[in-house]
C-alpha cells in the first residue's frame, strides 16, 4: 500500500513530536512496519526506470542481405519491390530462425530511411519587402 503525501506528512510530524513507532502506528491507523519504513525513506520519489543497451539480435548477421535486397528494389518497379514477408523467406533459406516482426521493423526503418535520404531539397521562400 502506498501512502500519500498528507500521510507521511503526518507520520514524521508525529515522529518530531516524540512519539514511538508504536504510538504513530495506533493514531494513523497503519501497521508499525508502514511507518518505520517511511521514517526511514529519505528521498520519496519514484525511481525511474533503467534502459537496457539492446543486446544482439537475431537478424544482425542477415542485415547486410537485407540492405541489398532494399537497395537493388530502388531501381525496380514500385508494384515488383520486396515485401517484408518475401525478405523474410528469403533469408530464411539462408537460415535465419527469427521471426517475421523483428523483419517487419527492421524492414520499415530503413524504407524510411531511404525516404528521408532521396527527399527532394527544399528552399526557403523569402519575400523582399515592397511597396503598396
Same mark, same amino acid.
Given at each position: 500500500?502506498?501512502?500519500?503525501?498528507?500521510?507521511?506528512?503526518?507520520?514524521?510530524?508525529?515522529?518530531?513530536?516524540?512519539?514511538?513507532?508504536? +504510538? #504513530?502506528? =495506533?493514531?494513523?491507523?497503519? !501497521? $508499525?512496519?508502514?511507518? &518505520? @519504513?517511511?521514517?526511514?525513506?529519505?528521498?520519496?520519489?519514484?525511481?525511474?526506470?533503467?534502459?537496457?543497451?539492446?543486446?544482439?539480435?537475431?537478424?544482425?548477421?542477415?542485415?547486410? +542481405? #537485407?540492405? =541489398?535486397?532494399?537497395?537493388? !528494389? $530502388?531501381?525496380?518497379? &514500385? @508494384?515488383?519491390?520486396?515485401?517484408?514477408?518475401?525478405?523474410?523467406?528469403?533469408?530464411?533459406?539462408?537460415?535465419?530462425?527469427?521471426?517475421?516482426?523483428?523483419?517487419?521493423?527492421?524492414?520499415?526503418? =530503413?524504407?524510411?530511411?531511404?525516404?528521408?535520404?532521396?527527399?527532394?531539397?527544399?528552399?526557403?521562400?523569402?519575400?523582399?519587402?515592397?511597396?503598396?
Amino acid at each position: 500500500m502506498m501512502l500519500d503525501m498528507p500521510q507521511i506528512d503526518d507520520i514524521r510530524r508525529l515522529w518530531s513530536e516524540g512519539l514511538n513507532v508504536s +504510538e #504513530i502506528a =495506533r493514531r494513523t491507523g497503519h !501497521d $508499525r512496519k508502514t511507518v &518505520r @519504513k517511511f521514517l526511514g525513506e529519505v528521498d520519496l520519489s519514484p525511481t525511474p526506470p533503467v534502459d537496457k543497451a539492446p543486446g544482439p539480435s537475431k537478424l544482425d548477421p542477415y542485415k547486410p +542481405e #537485407i540492405d =541489398r535486397i532494399l537497395e537493388e !528494389d $530502388r531501381h525496380v518497379w &514500385r @508494384k515488383q519491390r520486396h515485401t517484408a514477408r518475401r525478405i523474410l523467406d528469403e533469408i530464411r533459406e539462408m537460415g535465419y530462425d527469427g521471426g517475421y516482426t523483428l523483419v517487419q521493423q527492421y524492414v520499415a526503418v =530503413r524504407k524510411a530511411q531511404a525516404r528521408d535520404g532521396a527527399g527532394a531539397e527544399f528552399l526557403e521562400l523569402e519575400w523582399s519587402p515592397g511597396a503598396a
